[in-house]
C-alpha cells in the first residue's frame, strides 16, 4: 500500500496569510491526526479526524482548523499566519479501533517571513 | 491521564556499541507504548509497538524494547549501533480505545560516532 502522502512538501508564506495543508491517508485508514513539530515546543497534537467529524483536539488557538473528506483525505488550514508558525506539519493515519498504530507521512515544512 | 518522559535528550554512543534509550510512562490503565525514529527532514517512522502480548517486542532494525509495568519502563535497546541509526527517537503512549491520543515524549537524538 502506498504511505501517507502530504503536499505541499515545503511552503513560504509571510505573516498574516493564509496557508492550507493536504493529507492523504494510507487507504483503508479513516482516522487522520496532524501534528504541529518544532524545535522548541517539540510535537503537539493539533486534532484528529474520523469520518468528516473532529474527534479530538489540541490547544491550539482557532486560527488552525481542519476538514475531512468522504474520501478520508485530510486538510489543514492555517489563518493569519504568525512567524511563531514556523514549522514541521505532520499527518498521521490509522483504522479506526483504538490503541492501532499511527503511520505519518513525510511532513510539510512551513517557513513563515 | 497519560505521559511519556524520555530520560535523556541525547546519547552518543561509538558504532558497534550497544544503544539504550530510556522511556518511563504514566498511564491510569494498560496503555500501548510505541516507539518511533525520525532521520533529518523526514516523518516518522514506526520501530515497535507494545499492545499487551509478549513484554520483549522485537522490532525493525535490530531494536528491542522491554515493557516493564513495575518500572513503569519501555527502554529500547540496540545490541550494536550503526551509523545509519543516527536520529532521534521518540517513545510514544497512548490508550486501547477509539481516538485514544497519542502522547509524545521529548525525544531523544542518538549521535553514534565512528
Known amino acids: 500500500k502506498a504511505g501517507v502522502t502530504q503536499t505541499p512538501r515545503y511552503l513560504i508564506k509571510t505573516r498574516g496569510q493564509q496557508v492550507t495543508l493536504s493529507c492523504s491517508p494510507i487507504?483503508?485508514?479513516?482516522?487522520v491526526s496532524w501534528y504541529q513539530q518544532t524545535p522548541g515546543q517539540g510535537l503537539q497534537f493539533l486534532f484528529e479526524y474520523f469520518s468528516e467529524t473532529q474527534r479530538n483536539k489540541g490547544n491550539f488557538p482557532g486560527r488552525f482548523s481542519g476538514r475531512q473528506f468522504s474520501n478520508s483525505r485530510s486538510e489543514m488550514n492555517v489563518s493569519t499566519l504568525e512567524l511563531g508558525d514556523s514549522a514541521l506539519y505532520l499527518c498521521a493515519s490509522r483504522p479506526l479501533e483504538g490503541g492501532e498504530t499511527q503511520y505519518f507521512g513525510p511532513g510539510t515544512r512551513l517557513l513563515v517571513l | 491521564a497519560q505521559s511519556v518522559t524520555q530520560l535523556d535528550s541525547h546519547v552518543s554512543v561509538s558504532e558497534g556499541t550497544p544503544v539504550l534509550l530510556r522511556c518511563n510512562y504514566s498511564?491510569?490503565?494498560?496503555?500501548?507504548l510505541f516507539w518511533y525514529v525520525q532521520h533529518p527532514n523526514k516523518g516518522l517512522q514506526l520501530l515497535l509497538k507494545y499492545t499487551s502480548a509478549a513484554t520483549l517486542v522485537k522490532g525493525i532494525n535490530g531494536f528491542e524494547a522491554e515493557f516493564k509495568k513495575s518500572e513503569t519502563s519501555f527502554h529500547l535497546t540496540k545490541p550494536s549501533a550503526h551509523m545509519s541509526d543516527a536520529a532521534e527517537y521518540f517513545c510514544v503512549v497512548s490508550g486501547r480505545y477509539n481516538f485514544n491520543k497519542f502522547y509524545f515524549g521529548s525525544g531523544t537524538k542518538l549521535n553514534v560516532k565512528p
Open positions: 487507504s483503508g485508514h479513516r482516522s
Open positions: 498511564s491510569s490503565y494498560s496503555p500501548s
